[in-house]
Nanobody, 120 residues
Framework: QVQLVESGGGLVQAGDSLRLSCAAS????????MAWFRQTPGKEREFVAA????????SYTDSVKGRFTISRENAKNTVYLQMNSLKPEDTAVYYCAARPAMAGIEWRHWGQGTQVTVSS
């Protein structure tokens, strides 16, 4: 059974930093692309960042470029999202997602999410 468990969310002030973690189990992590999405009430889930199975390729939504960094540690089956210079508009539930590498664009597995709240 595949499990993605996010952690590291919390309440911070604008300008602060947080690091989210997502621990994966039940899948061959080294063969999976990983991503972070976020969602606020009443809005669709939004792509934030992704990293390829080997970690050699990353992508970001424009609003977080230069502030967020996605990384992975395959030995620990974990993907991270380092979030710096946080803004109130970054407030959301952040979800980890996984998909088999080179097998299409659908993100097949999702975590339960972790809340990030940024106060002004």
């Amino acid at each position: 059974q595949v499990q993605l468990v996010e952690s590291g969310g919390g309440l911070v002030q604008a300008g602060d930093s947080l690091r989210l973690s997502c621990a994966a189990s039940g899948l061959p992590f080294n063969n999976y692309d990983m991503a972070w999405f976020r969602q606020t009430p009443g809005k669709e889930r939004e792509f934030v960042a992704a990293i390829s199975w080997r970690g050699g390729s990353t992508s970001y939504t424009d609003s977080v470029k230069g502030r967020f960094t996605i990384s992975r540690e395959n030995a620990k089956n974990t993907v991270y999202l380092q979030m710096n210079s946080l803004k109130p508009e970054d407030t959301a539930v952040y979800y980890c997602a996984a998909r088999p590498a080179m097998a299409g664009i659908e993100w097949r597995h999702w975590g339960q999410g972790t809340q990030v709240t940024v106060s002004s």
